[in-house]
C-alpha cells in the first residue's frame, strides 16, 4: 500500500469534510423536525411498506459491511507485511472501541433515554431516567450512527477512488436513517453518534495514525511491492 503522508493528509481532509457535511444535513434535519410528530409520521408512513423491509435489511447488516472490509485490511496488512495498511487496521479497531463501543455504551447506559418504540404515542422525547441497564432505555446516542461513520470516515482514508469514499458516507447515511424510520431512535440520538464517530475518528488519524506512517516515511520504510 503506498500511502505518503501528505496523500494521507489529502485523503484525511476529504474525509473531515464529508463529516461536516453529514453533520450539517443531521443538524438542519433536527433543527427542521426535531424528535416529535415530523418523526412519528415517518414511522407510520414507512410501516408495512416494501421500505420497511429495506431499510430493516440496512439498520441490520450494514455495519457488516466495514467490519468485513477492515478484517480484510489486517489480513492483507499482516500476511502482505504492510505495515501502512495494518496501522490504518488497528487505527479503525481503537476508533470502534473507543468511540463506538466505550463512549456509545456509557452514555447510553448513564443517560437512560427511552426509544422511540418503548413509549406510548405522542411521548416522542421524553423519559430519560437515568443510569440503567434497561436496553429499552438506550437510545441516546445512536450506537448505529456512531459505528457506520466511523467505517465511513476510515474508508474515505483508505480508498482511492473518491466513489468509494461517498459509497461509504452513503451507505452511513442511510443506516443513521433507518433508525429513526425504523423507530429506534431519534433524530438528536442520530447527530450525538454522529459527532461521536468524527471527534473519535478523525483525532485517531490525525493523532495516532498519522504519527506512524510519517515514522514510516522519515525511516524510509516502504510496502515490499515497492522495493522490487
Keep these: 500500500m503506498s500511502l505518503p503522508t501528505a ?3 489529502q485523503r484525511l481532509r476529504w474525509a473531515l469534510w464529508g ?4 453533520l450539517a444535513v443531521n443538524a438542519v434535519c433536527v433543527a427542521t423536525f426535531g424528535d416529535g410528530v415530523a418523526v412519528t409520521e415517518l414511522v407510520v408512513a414507512v410501516h408495512g411498506t416494501v421500505w420497511h423491509a429495506l ?3 440496512f439498520t441490520d447488516y450494514g455495519m457488516y459491511v466495514f467490519y468485513a472490509l ?3 485490511v489486517l489480513l492483507v496488512g499482516w500476511r502482505r507485511g504492510d505495515r501502512r495498511l495494518r496501522t490504518l487496521g488497528w487505527g479503525y479497531v481503537l476508533a470502534q472501541l473507543s468511540g463506538s463501543v466505550l463512549i456509545v455504551r456509557s452514555l447510553k447506559i448513564l443517560t437512560g433515554h427511552a426509544r422511540p418504540n418503548a413509549l406510548a404515542p405522542g411521548a416522542a422525547g421524553s423519559h430519560w431516567i437515568g443510569p440503567t441497564m434497561d436496553a429499552s432505555y438506550h437510545s441516546f446516542p445512536s ?3 456512531a459505528d457506520l461513520f466511523t467505517g465511513a470516515i476510515f ?3 483508505l480508498a482511492r477512488n473518491p466513489a468509494l469514499r461517498v459509497l461509504g458516507f452513503a451507505l452511513a447515511a442511510l443506516v443513521a436513517f433507518s433508525r429513526v424510520a425504523l423507530d429506534k431512535h431519534y ?3 442520530v447527530l450525538a453518534g454522529l459527532v461521536i464517530a468524527g471527534v473519535v475518528s478523525l483525532c485517531l488519524l490525525a493523532y495516532w495514525v498519522r504519527p506512524r506512517l510519517r515514522r514510516d516515511d522519515v ?3 516502504n510496502d515490499p511491492d515497492e522495493a522490487t
Excluded: K, Q, Y
Excluded at 19 to 22: E, F, L, M, P, S
Design 55 to 57: 431499510l430493516s435489511l
Design 7 to 9: 496523500e494521507f493528509d
Design 187 to 189: 433524530p438528536t440520538d
Design 19 to 22: 463529516w461536516i457535511a453529514a
Design 70 to 72: 477492515f478484517i480484510i
Design 219 to 221: 525511516l524510509g520504510r
Design 143 to 145: 450506537g448505529h450512527t
Design 155 to 157: 474508508v474515505a482514508v
